[in-house]
């Protein structure tokens, strides 16, 4: 009998794990992302939103069952390793910010489901390792933006 680890078996958190790490399924997440950023576009306009927008909000509570479901899946495969991530920590923050209700004091985070697409960058290799890079590059920046102010210091 296999032991548990966080509530699962190693046998399942290795076949979610190797399921949600497939490109195929990556792939799909990306697809969602970004039928995720027509749908927020859509309904900024009042004429869509008045022909459509019993399906708008439909196609959205969908897209975010999917994250939450790709989340969850995340957590069982990985388990603590989950936290690891920053990137991780990231989606699970955007989608937990969606999840929050849209009423009351809460209406303004409405309009921050479209920090949703920002889930490319986490999704997307070659996005993340330039957001990556960025960072690194910040010290080094700092350092040459001292150097430009010393510069206009020495010749103002």
Do not use: C
Not at 4 to 18: K, M, N, T
Not at 137 to 149: E, H, M, N
Request: glycine content about 6%; hydrophobic content about 60%.
């Amino acid at each position: 009998m296999e032991a548990e680890v966080g509530g699962a078996s190693p046998g399942l958190q290795a076949r979610l794990a190797h399921f949600i790490e497939q490109p195929r399924v990556q792939n799909t997440i990306i697809a969602v992302i970004l039928l995720n950023a027509i749908t927020l576009g859509l309904e900024t306009s009042p004429r869509v939103v008045e022909a459509t927008g019993p399906w708008l909000e439909v196609l959205d509570h969908v897209i975010l069952g999917i994250f939450v479901v790709e989340l969850a899946i995340k957590l069982i495969a990985y388990g603590a390793r989950f936290f690891l991530s920053a990137w991780n920590i990231f989606d699970l923050l955007i989608v937990s910010i969606s999840l929050m209700p849209s009423s009351g004091p809460f209406t303004v985070l409405r309009a921050l489901r479209v920090l949703r697409l920002f889930r490319l960058l986490s999704v997307v290799p070659r996005m993340r390792l330039v957001i990556e890079s960025l960072v690194q590059a910040i010290p080094g920046l700092g350092s040459i933006a001292l150097l430009l102010l010393l510069f206009f210091y020495v010749f103002a």
